[in-house]
């Protein structure tokens, strides 16, 4: 709803700075909320976290209330359940096919019935949403080859992303022999620098068009993966802040300029629907990414000790982070190749 508003409520000269704020604020959030939950854990209690949030909700309340322009709304709409069904279905038996990924050998009929039910729902949903009137997505979105370029790059960044969020930590306090705490905030530098860089890159974006920022972000997010993989045996904890601050960094001046220039290859009527499904796809290939990290590791570790299995499973993911980095670069290329944009 947040980038709805965003898309119908901002004018064109400014669309990538506040797209950017958006996505300040989702990026932001992983980076304070865990920190702001330890230290009202630790000095008061846990429903001090309630407390204190509850007073910036009903200030955004008001703000919202008075600030946000009426729209008019098709109070004939009809909402397709089946449709809801079966995405949903689809979703969550892709999701539970590869957290267990790792399972195939003794549980091959579970992981395979997830992966056949989650495809099947899949396709029923994507052939329902044609040839029915009230359809909960409009499938035709994905005619714009720049808008589905620039999704198939947010997915598979989503995914390196969650997959570095699992990874470093674990490989920080294992591998580095770090403590716990020192293992949370290995993540943190990179969180607030990417949260930071994600308005500027939007004022870039306004400024120079899309193709700058993205081209650059995806520079550090490949020089930043590479380093882990080329320094691999002598990675220090220092080493992996550093490179995760420069793969965030990239992130920032991407995500958000990417998700506003897919929906500039969209028409205005399409644009709520494009930004729906981007979001939906976003959240699944997180849980992919995330599902497939943890099943390397978890495979790897198999049949030696944590430390060896832990360092061996980090440079395999290390490869599969790499792998995605590359199909986002050439999703970009191909996104800003194709498709004509139109006007908001």
Known sequence: MMYNIILEESPERLLGLMMGCGSFVTAAA???GPTFGGIMTQYFTWRYIFIC???????????GYFCMSEQIINKHEKFDLLSFIAVAL???SLIMGFSNLNQIVDDLVFVLGCFIIGIISLYYFTKR????????IRIEIFNHKGFTFHTLAIMFLQMTTLGYGLLLPTFVQIVLKQPATDA???LLPGAIVGAVFAPIGGLILDRLGAKKPIVLGLCCSFIATFC???FFKNLTYQSCILFYFIYSLGI???VGNTMTSAMSHLPKNLQADGNATLQTLMQLSGGIGTSITATILAFVQQGTNLYDGTNRGALFVLIFLMFNINIVILSQYFAFKGGKKNEF
């Open 228 to 230: 882990f993989l080329f």
């Open 129 to 136: 949403q044609l040839h029915i009137k009230n359809s909960l």
């Open 30 to 32: 992983p980076a304070i």
């Open 184 to 186: 949370g905030v290995v």
């Open 252 to 254: 920032g001046l991407i």
């Open 53 to 63: 949030v509850l007073p910036v909700i009903v200030l955004a309340s008001f703000i």
């Open 90 to 92: 689809a979703f969550v």
